[in-house]
């Protein structure tokens, strides 16, 4: 509570010679008036304003809502899933690798264009390849060395990734 | 009739004014007498600033809108009246900002600007010294005028100025000081 005292002491902590001060002798009367009326209207006015501003928008509407913490992480996560979803429909990466680099390049092309490709492929990546490759070509490691073997069986193939300790699951995976 | 309306008003205290506001069957009156009570300390705070009755006008409704929209917001930790003041001033230094950015690029100042706009408004009827006054207190910049405005016409302690201005007690002290100081040389001055 800030009490007449308070005041006076704030006065005179900054103008303790207040009264030499040409402000002092200045009149505090208020230079400035305002039109007629304009206290009795201005009321008026402002609710007109506050009624004609208070129409919001409904995302202005929404606003309210989304600002609590809880609906804010639950707009983060959907917009989070839609955007995987909209991917994984869509997938450009996909039809970069399956329509392009499979179909239009072979496997021979690809090794003596870029082996260090083949060198980081995963494993079932590599199955991928062999499979969608109908001519039968085979690679019998993973880009480190080619042999080809047109008479390549499902069980040849089994023995392989057995030799090479890869899982066989990854046949059926496919 | 003012007289009993106006009493009415300051009986009123600013934890009624809010509960008003807040209920929504008397939302309207309860802002209705919040605006009542409190438009001649704001309009006069923010017209001592920018000078020009339009440009107070504007300010003054748009002050009072906001406290509306922030009514529900307000966690009452200062008084209905420093958070009012302080709505009221961020209004007025932004829009002496934006006067400020737009003078920048013409030629000369918005302080010689508003000098300008005390004669030349019709709605200022003070006498040679307060024109001083007027024009001195334009030569300062915005915060040490808005200081010294608040404790010599709004008679504000430093305590509540702090509030308003987010500002420690200290650096009023010493920005209000030093607006005297100047204001005394113009006046001795000019």
């Known amino acids: ?174 | 009739m003012r007289f009993y309306q106006s009493t009415i008003l300051e009986d009123q205290s600013d934890k009624s004014l809010l509960e008003l506001c807040l209920s929504k069957d008397s939302e309207n009156y309860g802002f209705n007498l919040v605006v009542r009570k409190y438009q001649k300390q704001i309009y006069w705070h923010i017209r001592r600033m920018v000078i020009n009755h339009s440009d107070a006008d504007d300010l003054v409704q748009e002050t009072f809108v906001k406290v509306w929209r922030n009514m529900k917001k307000f966690r009452q930790e200062s008084s209905l009246y420093t958070w009012i003041y302080r709505i009221a001033t961020n209004e007025t230094l932004s829009f002496l900002q934006r006067k400020k950015l737009k003078y920048m690029i013409r030629p000369g100042n918005i302080e010689s600007h508003l000098a300008g706009k005390l004669t030349d408004d019709n709605f200022f009827d003070g006498n040679e010294v307060q024109l001083r006054l007027q024009k001195a207190l334009l030569s300062l910049p915005g915060k040490q005028r808005l200081v010294f405005n608040l404790k010599y016409y709004s008679d504000m302690t430093f305590e509540e100025m702090s509030v308003v201005l987010d500002t420690s007690v200290g650096a009023l002290k010493a920005s209000h000081h030093i607006a005297v100081k100047k204001i005394e040389k113009y006046l001795i001055n000019y």
Do not use: C
């Not at chain 1, 009795?40 to 006015?45: A, C, K, M, T, V």
């Open chain 1, 1 to 174: 509570m800030i009490t007449k005292k308070d005041k006076n002491r704030d006065q005179q902590s900054i103008d303790p010679g207040k009264n030499d001060s040409p402000l002092a002798k200045l009149d505090k009367k208020n230079p400035f008036r305002v039109p007629a009326n304009y206290f009795d209207e201005l009321p008026g006015r402002i609710m007109a304003k506050r009624r004609h501003t208070g129409k919001t928008s409904v995302i202005e509407g929404l606003m309210p809502f989304f600002s609590h913490p809880k609906y804010q992480l639950a707009l983060v996560v959907g917009s989070l899933a839609l955007v995987f979803s909209v991917l994984f429909i869509y997938n450009p990466w996909k039809a970069d690798v399956s329509d392009q680099f499979l179909s239009n390049i072979t496997l021979d092309d690809l090794l003596r264009e870029s082996p260090e490709i083949i060198a980081e492929m995963e494993n079932y990546l590599f199955i991928e390849i062999l499979i969608a490759d109908q001519t039968g070509e085979i690679i019998y490691s993973t880009g480190k060395s080619l042999e080809k073997d047109s008479s390549l069986s499902e069980e040849d193939l089994i023995n392989y990734l057995k030799e090479e300790e890869i899982s066989t699951e990854l046949i059926y995976e496919l």
